[in-house]
């Protein structure tokens, strides 16, 4: 019996190895960061860091449906001082 096109089997541990791998890469390129790394790169809880940016104190942070997406740059700034909202 033939799969409906479009439609696939289950993945091998060494295909979803190399998606996860792709995956990495392509964040790493990328220049927006996910809230972890924010939350990493701040020093601060996880929940910190959602809320804030549900607060919209991290200016320049997208949410595109329910992930959120900061600037590289923006985490840049605020690693060196800058305030979390422009006064």
């Not at 809230?35 to 790169?41: G, R, T």
């Amino acid at each position: 019996m033939a799969m409906p096109k479009g439609k696939r089997g289950p993945l091998s541990e060494q295909e979803k190895a190399a998606r996860r791998a792709a995956r990495e890469a392509k964040l790493k390129g990328a220049k927006m960061r996910t809230p972890m790394e924010l939350s990493q790169a701040l020093g601060i809880g996880i929940n910190q860091c959602y809320a804030a940016l549900e607060r919209g104190q991290i200016k320049g942070a997208l949410r595109i449906k329910q992930r959120w997406l900061i600037p590289e740059r923006v985490i840049e700034r605020l690693i060196n001082g800058e305030p979390l909202t422009a006064a």
